[in-house]
Each structure stands twice: as C-alpha cells, then as structure tokens.
C-alpha cells in the first residue's frame, strides 16, 4: 500500500512527505467510504421499492379470490358521483413492504370547495367501498396526485389571494394549476397608420 502512495504522489508530482502521504490516505478512504454508502443505498432502493401489483389476493377458508386493478378502478370511479369536484383519472396498486396501497391520479374542481376536506372524506369512502364491496382489508393507504386544478370560479380568487399551506406528512401531489386567463390590454397602434 505505502508503494502504491508513493507511486500515486511520483506521478502527481507531489513531494514524498508524510503529510501529503497521510492527506492523499484520507482521500482514498473518505472516496471509498462515499462508494460504498452509493452502492449500499442503491442496493436498499431495489429492495424497498415500490413494486406494482396487478391483483390483491383474499384468502378464505376454502380457497382466495383475486381482485383485479381493472375492479377496484371500477368501484372507485363509481365515487364520482359523490364527489362533484373530483375528477379520477388514473388508479394505480402498489406492493411496499409486502402492503398494498392505492395511487389515484384525478383532476380538482376547486369552486366546490377547499381539497384537504374533499381528499379526507374521497380516502375513507375508497377504503370503505373497497372493504364493504369485495372484502379487502388489507388496504389502509390511498395516496392522491392531483394532475389539474380548476380555479375559474373558486371563491380563494375572489379575495386576490392565494394562501397555500404545507403539512409534513400530506400524500396529495399537485402536478399543475390552471389559472384563469386575464385579458390583456393591447398596447396602442403604432404611427403606421398616421402615414
């Protein structure tokens, strides 16, 4: 190893002192170290991902039935009609750590109201509907990603505020929000005409 520095401080044209020996040591060591927390935090990502899931299983006494997504896309697309200001787009079932969850992607309507009230009760009625329907228990998360906001006749834009509050622990994703278009004032004609 102490040929393998020298070589390294020769060919850098570093003088063969011990501190630049100790100094060019640390740096192989705090690069290896860097290398292995990559590797190792890499290795725990392919591990700990989230892994999509086609069915949920149920297991009875005499035997399970499978659930497909198409199914409960079906039973959460029913919740529509409930929810005037939600609009479901895209379900998603996930596996993490062996527990499924649900991703639902939808579109919010925001003159009905304020979202954080709409997502609270759209999560326990998904739940719900999903337990009382077919059985399926195991399902405890419901995560919201919401594509489009629709914000033309929102009683927030009345006040010429918006006020956006964060919490740590929210599972509700914004993707983008469509304001409303304001006219704008045409500048005056140029002179051309004066000609």
């Not at 469509?178 to 500048?187: Q, V």
């Not at 004609?189 to 000609?195: C, L, N, S, V």
């Amino acid at each position: 190893m102490r040929d393998y520095i020298e070589n390294i401080l020769s060919v850098l044209n570093i003088k063969d002192i011990p501190f630049n020996r100790g100094y060019l040591v640390a740096l192989m060591v705090v690069g290896i170290t860097l290398l292995a927390i990559f590797i190792i935090r890499i290795i725990l990502k392919i591990i700990f991902r989230k892994k999509r899931c086609h069915t949920i299983s149920i297991k009875a006494d005499n035997g399970s039935a499978f659930i497909s997504c198409s199914a409960i896309m079906a039973v959460i697309k029913a919740l529509e009609k409930e929810f005037s200001a939600l609009t479901i787009n895209k379900v998603n079932l996930f596996r993490y750590r062996n527990k499924p969850f649900l991703e639902i992607y939808l579109d919010f309507d925001a003159s009905k109201g304020g979202l954080p009230a709409h997502a609270a009760k759209f999560k326990l009625r998904v739940i719900e509907s999903l337990d009382a329907l077919f059985g399926i228990k195991n399902i405890k998360k419901v995560h919201l990603h919401l594509r489009h906001v629709q914000l033309n006749d929102a009683d927030i834009l009345k006040t010429e505020k918006i006020i956006l509050e964060t919490n740590k622990t929210a599972e509700i994703s914004v993707g983008s929000m469509k304001l409303p278009g304001k006219k704008e004032k045409k500048a005056p004609a140029d002179d051309k005409t004066k000609k």
